[in-house]
């Protein structure tokens, strides 16, 4: 999707995490994702709405779901 689609998609990756907490499948799910969230962050064409919903999600979900300490 594009833009008001990828944002809302940033907002409910971050509920699922949130969910699943620092589980097998709560990592899993986070580094499956990673790629995809970074992509979108780093696209200049994204919208801002969607840039900012996924450095929320990438955020949250690496201080929660994400074991590897670096």
């Given at each position: 999707?594009?833009?008001?689609?990828?944002?809302?998609?940033?907002?409910?990756?971050t509920?699922?995490?949130?969910?699943?907490?620092?589980?097998?499948?709560?990592?899993?799910?986070?580094?499956?994702?990673?790629?995809?969230?970074?992509?979108?962050?780093?696209?200049?064409?994204?919208?801002?709405?969607?840039?900012?919903?996924?450095?929320?999600?990438?955020?949250?979900?690496?201080?929660?779901a994400?074991?590897?300490?670096?």
């Open positions: 999707g594009k833009g008001e689609e990828q944002a809302l998609s940033g907002t409910v990756l509920l699922l995490c949130l969910q699943m907490g620092s589980s097998p499948e709560g990592e899993e799910l986070f580094h499956s994702l990673k790629p995809l969230l970074i992509s979108v962050l780093t696209d200049s064409t994204a919208s801002p709405g969607a840039r900012q919903s996924c450095a929320t999600a990438l955020g949250i979900c690496c201080y929660i994400a074991a590897d300490l670096e």
